[in-house]
């Protein structure tokens, strides 16, 4: 456990490869944490509370209500949608924990940028912080910091392990 601790640390010392090595596979433990979140957040929006916010967040920028069956639709929708996108997480969390790249850990950290921005929202927008309960937008930026922590190492320790390999190459 202290050794991913230690390898999540964007400021740690990577001066031999198996550090270097540990800091570019730990975005894959980020991606899991986003994959994490977003099926505590799809679970969330499946309920019947989470229905009932949702439609009043529509009923509230638009001035209507939808139907029940609008809002079961997407619901069902939103289900698979969460399915997919944690299925692809978790496969780019396995790619990159067999053969660490800095190309996901980068995309990831954009995402998880937006992410957080999107949740910080919630503060300061009543619309989107009445679809969903404090308790899950608090959730959301925690995990999504640590996350963004993960990738910062990982997009570190990829360099340093690349400047391991050339100066052991030549």
Known sequence: MTDWIKASNPTANLATEQAALDAARVSAVGMVIGAINQVVAGWYASTEEGIAAASGM???????????EQMASQAQTGMVVTGVLVVLQLGLAAVQWRKPNGVLPIIF??????????????FFMPAIASAQPMWLTVMTIVLMVVAAITHIASIRGNGALNRIRMAAAQ
């Not at 940028?113 to 919630?122: D, K, N, P, S, Y």
């Open 58 to 68: 529509v009923e509230q920028m638009l001035g209507q209500a939808p139907s029940a």
């Open 109 to 122: 950290l954009i995402l998880v940028i937006w992410g957080f921005g999107t949740a910080c929202l919630a």
